[in-house]
T-cell receptor, first 113, second 116 residues
């Protein structure tokens, strides 16, 4: 079962920041927060992940609350190509089969012109 | 560039025949690969975990004799859908990660299977 909850959908205007929330209140100390997105008819694309600290890469920023019970993915300047389903996933640091990803329903982000 | 590659991207087969889908890790050795299935407008559902050199581990409700998984090398896992039926038509996706703890899991491009 997915250990995260996300809104079903949201939209934002092109060029504006998109802030995608995620709740993971049962996260344990050694579990990471991962974000993937899936554009229609493609395999999921890795975006970013974090443990405790905020993270930033060329695609997005990840803000994790101090208690680690929630996080926000930020796309700083959304484009039409960012329209996709975004999945927030909690994953342990173990290797092998214990490192599997369990997908919830994700949040559908629609970027409007 | 892609670090996990799937082939074929799409395939059409007749009912009763078998079809094989390949998943390759391109930049790293993968002792574990994961196979997912996704029906339209639904999320990804894990089917099985493929372990190099040993038997795959199947999720509850997934028939191991129907979905044969072979992970003969550290860079290749295959999924064979045997005696395919129209209800097996779906988007099949593989993923893999390196051997170090916490390594990021990357996904293949996916394979569309249509059984007619």
């Amino acid at each position: 079962d997915a250990k995260t909850t996300q809104p079903t959908s949201m939209d934002c205007a092109e060029g504006r920041a998109a802030n995608l929330p995620c709740n993971h209140s049962t996260i344990s100390g050694n579990e990471y927060v991962y974000w993937y997105r899936q554009i229609h008819s493609q395999g999921p694309q890795y975006i970013i992940h974090g443990l405790k600290n905020n993270e930033t890469n060329e695609m997005a920023s990840l803000i994790i609350t101090e208690d680690r019970k929630s996080s926000t993915l930020i796309l700083p300047h959304a484009t039409l190509r960012d329209t996709a389903v975004y999945y927030c996933i909690v994953r342990g640091s173990n290797t092998g089969a214990n490192s599997k990803l369990t997908f919830g329903k994700g949040i559908t982000l629609s970027v409007r012109p | 560039g892609a670090v996990v590659s799937q082939h074929p991207s799409w395939v059409i087969c007749k009912s009763g025949t078998s079809v094989k889908i390949e998943c390759r890790s391109l930049d790293f050795q993968a002792t574990t690969m994961f196979w997912y299935r996704q029906f339209p407008k639904q999320s990804l559902m894990l089917m099985a975990t493929s372990n190099e050199g040993s038997k795959a581990t199947y999720e509850q409700g997934v028939e191991k004799d129907k979905f044969l998984i072979n992970h003969a090398s550290l860079t290749l896992s295959t999924l064979t859908v045997t005696s395919a039926h129209p209800e097996d038509s779906s988007f099949y996706i593989c993923s893999s990660a390196g051997t170090l703890p916490g390594n990021t899991i990357y996904f293949g491009e996916g394979s569309w299977l249509t059984v007619v």
